[in-house]
């Protein structure tokens, strides 16, 4: 491997030649060998847009020269377009503040500046990192990373599935089954008013999480190293901010406490609590679906759900609930981001958080997984569910919570006494009552209509 010698305050280092970046990304690299995990594509990309902001801000304010920002906001947009993904492979286990990833950014839009402009110097810190710190720029990235994730993937995913199941519920109004409490037998209810549980959920979820994110448009940029805003220009931060605004199509507003925007992550702790409010319910309504299907012959099997592969490599013709499980799982890898954001969130210690790139990482993993989870259980599972119309029926029929809708006539106690009569001697509920002579096949007939109990 061929190197060129880069050099930063502590000295001279050997980089990569066929790279951009420079010696403090290099420092990273060597000085911190943990794990796989690196800072998410979605932190980078929120980063170029700010760096691509600030240097815009600068200019406006007479700070940089329109040479540079030009050359800077290039950069930027060459690394939004996708040209250099393998320039940024510092790990999340690094410095709590992000410090190497923002230096990691400021060199590789350095280089790339002057490489496509070698007649313009640009410096990493002096011009790229201007009127800003590690301190602001990291927590600021974090935030629009999320939120342009949340907008972007997550909310148009739970619109498909609310969608899909909106059609369901059109598809099975006339449809009436027995309904479950406890895991036992309840009285009945329309398939589409279940449906209508699962669609009400994700309504609420999406809610939950679009109040709880517009939390995260208030940025620290312009807090610089504590929050009193030292090297940073009056209105860099307003300015800043409209850029980002405009670059992003998501409304995005500089913190009125620089103080709070450095040190507290408690917006983010809000985010991801309505993060795992959806997986939460995302579990609930995978795990009724999958009990609902399950079978096909000695289970409930009320419902069919597509047949996606092969369930078993030793069972022939089985086939197995695979897109449940997949969001299920999901669903606990988000509980578990976010009690890994709750701490990290605790531990802003005086004036900065350490524990940012792991709580980006967390965050971002956990919008990514749900909007790549939900899309794929609303294709290759929800939208292909059908009803189980003769299995419902018979089990409406065969349930002993009909006898609910007799209590009215002939008493709760009496009314036990039929379905423990029923049960206890395997015969039909209508049988038990007119053997307690407690009223007439007419009258039974008259009084027992599931369609009047929905």
Known sequence: MEYRIEHDTMGEVKVPADHFWGAQTERSLENFRIGTETIPREVIEAFAVLKSAAASANQKLGKLSPDRAQAITGACRDILDGRYPDE?????????SGTQSNMNLNEVIAHIAMNDHPEVNIHPNDHVNMSQSSNDTFPTAMNMAAV???????????DVLIKTMERLEDENRDVIKIGRTHLQDAVPLRFSQEISGWRGMLQESKAHIIEASDHLRNLAIGGTAVGTGLNCPEGFDEICCSEISDMTSQKFISSSNKFHALTSK??????SGALKGLAANLMKIANDIRWLANGPRCGLSEISIPENEPGSSIMPGKVNPTQCEAITMIAIQVMGNDGTIGIGASQGNFELNV?????????MQSIRLLSDGIISFEKNCVSGIKANRSKM??????SLMLVTCLSPSIGYENAAKCAHKAFEENTTLKEAVLSLGFMSSEEYDSTVRPEKMV
């Open 266 to 271: 408690d917006g983010y702790v809000f985010t």
């Open 88 to 96: 940024f492979p510092l790990k999340v286990w690094q410095t709590g």
């Open 355 to 363: 524990f940012m790139p792991v709580l980006a990482y967390n965050m």
């Open 148 to 158: 342009m994730a949340i907008h972007k993937n997550l909310i148009p995913a739970i």
């Open 393 to 398: 029926e018979q089990n409406l029929q065969n």
